[in-house]
């Protein structure tokens, strides 16, 4: 039996920030972040969307694809950075779309999610023979938790705004969902985060007197030490075990959906895998939406002179710290 991904769609806030916008921000000089942080613009949202609006309108062009009312079930992968706290945006998205037959939960493991997602996906349909339909919703507004006069912090100015959607299913469909790696190192766990608002630290004025509500690095210097020997590795072992465990070698790899990073990490990882620029999609006028990342590329991916047989890897991570990945084989 396949799982197969019928279809995947984006959708972009018309507001763009420009990387001179943002060297008025950080004080970078606009042809570096371009060069050095691979960004040349970003979508960012204005008061009147949020994340699990961006996932709506990202997922609603696939209801032309199949009846929302022959969705079984939404699962919503993106950004924990959502209109609320302890509040489910998969609840409002079942409920917008008119899928009143499928049942609605979240996953969270910040950037890392969308392989694991499709994992999951993918596991629920092979073990639920009453499962018919899956959709995979994320939204992400994580340009709005950036501190620019935060010196831990601001270097995370690529964060940008957007949903992305796939509809999961055993028809015929794009893209097969072969098998994934997974991989995690919990000594990050304390490295990046919001500070406040939390049950450690709950809101309070001097919480917001602090600058305590945007998203901080404990320590940018013992972090980079600790991280910089492992990430790109851990990247390319997850790649590399989740195309064998599909049954293919690295060399079969046609295509990379990576996150955005830097360019000299993007460039690292395609080094590790033998692969040129050519072989992957490159964010560098969109940014890092949260665990959208390998979706969008995904749906780029449309650009690609794919052909049938052809072996495409999404991968991720996210802090805390988890890499993934997950083989895709095209239809």
Request: proline share 5%.
């Amino acid at each position: 039996m396949m799982v197969q991904i019928i279809k995947t769609s984006v959708y972009f806030p018309p507001e763009v920030e420009t990387a001179s916008d943002l060297e008025g921000k950080t004080g970078i000089p606009e042809q570096v972040i371009k060069e050095k942080f691979g960004l040349y613009e970003k979508h960012v949202a204005d008061s009147s969307e949020h994340a699990a609006d961006m996932a709506i309108k990202a997922a609603k062009p696939l209801m032309e694809v199949v009846d929302p009312l022959d969705i079984d079930v939404i699962i919503y992968y993106g950004s924990p950075y959502k209109e609320y706290q302890v509040w489910s945006c998969a609840t409002k998205i079942q409920h917008e779309l008119g899928a009143k037959n499928a049942y609605a939960f979240e996953m969270m493991n910040v950037s890392s999610c969308f392989p694991i997602a499709l994992k999951v996906a993918k596991d629920m349909l092979t073990a639920d023979k009453n499962i018919r339909n899956i959709l995979l919703a994320g939204g992400c507004k994580e340009s709005q938790i950036i501190d620019y006069e935060n010196p831990r912090s601001r270097f995370m100015f690529n964060f940008a705004d957007g949903g992305a959607a796939a509809l999961i299913s055993r028809s015929e469909g794009e893209f097969e969902i072969l098998d994934s790696f997974i991989k995690t190192d919990g000594s990050f766990y304390d490295d990046i985060k919001v500070p406040a608002g939390g049950s450690v630290l709950p809101a309070s004025h001097e919480t917001v007197d602090d600058r305590l509500h945007s998203i901080d690095v404990k320590d940018p210097a013992d972090m980079k030490e600790r991280l910089d020997p492992v990430s790109v590795p851990n990247f390319v072992q997850v790649v590399k075990e989740a195309v064998k465990r599909s049954g293919y070698k690295t060399e079969d790899i046609k295509l990379l959906l990576p996150l955005h990073t830097k360019k000299s990490m993007f460039r690292q990882l395609l080094d590790g895998l033998d692969l040129t620029e050519e072989e992957a999609i490159y964010l560098d006028h969109h940014g890092h939406m949260s665990a959208l990342d390998p979706c969008v590329g995904l749906n780029f991916s449309s650009q690609k002179d794919l052909k049938k047989g052809d072996i495409v890897v999404a991968v991720s991570a996210g802090t805390g710290y988890t890499w993934a990945a997950t083989t895709l084989k095209k239809r």
